[in-house]
């Protein structure tokens, strides 16, 4: 099996949970927080919009400038807004994702100005910053569901909701 053919297995399974989870929010609680140094509902599932986009940078760059980044992405305002934001993310990642063993083995970098702060396999760089990123946040949003009393979907296996 090509790496890529493991590799896309991986997004689409993780790409469909979160958003089975994304479908879940609620409109009215958008700006809900579950603490005063936490993100809210919005921009946490703005985050989790955004978290795709890296796999393109990942795969079709040398490497990413910290120092060059774009600032944070206004909080989207309504789960149809994160939903559209999020599937155009998951749909432009996909299509970057055609690439033989040798280049998904290449080297990609994390830059801040001229210091390196890692140089990765694109592969390893992909599945750490798209698809861990994306079940480390996800998770979060599990929890503020739950803390809302809005069900949850099963993610791994059934959820006290869900079977």
């Not at 079709?60 to 060059?68: C, G, I, K, S």
Request: charged share 25%.
């Amino acid at each position: 099996m090509a790496l890529k053919d493991s590799l896309l297995a991986d997004f689409d399974h993780e790409m469909g949970t979160t958003r089975r989870l994304l479908e879940r929010l609620p409109d009215d609680r958008l700006s809900w927080k579950p603490h005063e140094k936490s993100m809210s509902l919005g921009a946490l599932a703005t985050h989790l919009c955004n978290i795709p986009h890296w796999g393109g940078t990942i795969l079709n760059e040398a490497f990413f400038d910290l120092r060059a980044s774009p600032p944070n992405r206004e909080e989207q305002a309504s789960r149809a807004d994160i939903l559209s934001s999020f599937d155009e993310a998951v749909k432009r990642t996909r299509a970057s994702m055609d690439q033989t063993d040798a280049e998904l083995a290449s080297l990609w970098s994390l830059r801040r100005g001229d210091q390196e702060m890692f140089t990765l396999p694109r592969i390893a760089a992909f599945r750490s910053f798209v698809l861990h990123h994306i079940i480390h946040h996800r998770g979060q949003l599990s929890v503020y569901l739950r803390l809302n009393d809005i069900p949850v979907p099963a993610i791994y296996g059934p959820s006290a909701d869900e079977g």
